[in-house]
């Protein structure tokens, strides 16, 4: 099937935008150490404190998802009333952070929950409710904390508890894309919608092998559905594979005859500095919402990556699920981004 050929659904997992859909502004919020990372520079907005001038973390998560919306509509010289919905995440139990910021900006909701794939299932949606005519505007945006996700997923941070080195750093931060027809920016071209994959991982500490055949699975039907090819791509990045994870991506890839070595990279191992002591590398749905809202939107901006392909990784466990002795199931979603007028 010709990629220019003006069909919205190309198989069962893909969809094709036909419509000139863009990411037309996007701004990120960050906490104090991705503020010390090396995409620093490319950050709206850096907190010099994980609380993030609120009385809680949680409330500190709410701040973040909140900056990062309305730096984007500062950004793109529109107010709330503009936009006709917004699809947001996060990792917390009954999505609060988004629940209680999009109270707070007014704005029609679709809250949407993909663990620490959500930000590219909410970019996905968002683009496929524009492309469709349900919205001329729309705002994708998913956010995460490190202490609150902590506390859920885990021990809390006053606990101390040990962690082993496949354990991974999640990301203080928040990311959003506002998504419409024509004007500047990246156009988002096509979505590859992933399955749920068990590998039988049942280790909460070690999500870059839980969530890697995730990836695989979904960026391999990616491949299939559009005809593309790693050489399609300038960059092919995973969401939050990090250290352990990426190398199991890129075997498994190879393994199906994909060789991606001279493109793929992970966000968890680009928003931190190798000296800072983060683990495996980042991890949390903000992991890719901010990287990709940030470097890699910038980078398209500028001409210097032509076709990016961005795998949002997510590990759908819960503490009960865990604790019950399942195994951890795990889902990918993918986006194509292609700059250049």
Not at 41 to 52: E, S
Not at 272 to 298: E, K, M, N, R
Request: glycine share 10%.
């Amino acid at each position: 099937m010709s990629n220019n050929q003006p069909v919205k659904r190309v198989n069962r997992q893909t969809w094709h935008f036909d419509q000139n859909v863009r990411l037309q502004s996007s701004a990120v919020a960050v906490g104090p150490k991705e503020g010390e990372g090396p995409l620093a520079h490319l950050f709206d907005k850096i907190h010099d404190d994980m609380y993030a001038g609120q009385q809680t973390w949680e409330d500190a998560e709410r701040q973040l998802m909140e900056d990062a919306v309305n730096t984007l509509l500062q950004k793109a010289g529109i107010t709330g009333k503009d936009v006709d919905i917004i699809l947001a995440g996060d990792l917390l139990n009954q999505n609060i952070t988004t629940n209680f910021t999009a109270e707070k900006l007014a704005m029609p909701l679709l809250g949407m929950y993909g663990a620490c794939s959500t930000s590219m299932l909410t970019l996905a949606n968002a683009a496929a409710l524009v492309n469709a005519g349900y919205a001329n505007r729309a705002i994708a945006a998913c956010s995460s904390h490190n202490a609150t996700a902590e506390r859920q997923y885990r021990y809390p941070t006053e606990y101390g508890g040990q962690k082993p080195p496949s354990a991974q750093w999640t990301v203080t931060g928040a990311g959003a894309g506002l998504v419409g027809i024509g004007g500047n920016g990246p156009r988002i071209t096509y979505a590859t919608m992933g399955k749920v994959v068990d590998m039988g991982i049942k280790d909460p500490f070690d999500m870059g092998t839980a969530m890697a055949p995730a990836a695989a699975s979904t960026i391999q039907t990616h491949f299939q559905d559009t005809g593309r090819s790693p050489e399609t791509y300038d960059l092919i990045v995973t969401g939050d594979l990090a250290a352990v994870g990426y190398p199991i991506l890129k075997e498994l890839m190879l393994a199906e005859g994909y060789d991606m070595d001279q493109v793929y990279n992970d966000c968890g191992l680009m928003i931190y500095s190798p000296d800072q002591d983060v683990f495996a590398g980042g991890s949390g749905c903000a992991s890719s919402a901010v990287v990709t809202y940030s470097y890699i939107i910038d980078q398209l901006n500028r001409g210097l990556l032509k076709n990016v392909l961005v795998c949002a990784t997510g590990a759908l466990l819960s503490p009960v699920s865990t604790q019950q002795g399942n195994s951890i199931p795990c889902i990918a979603h993918a986006v194509a981004l292609e700059g250049g007028s």
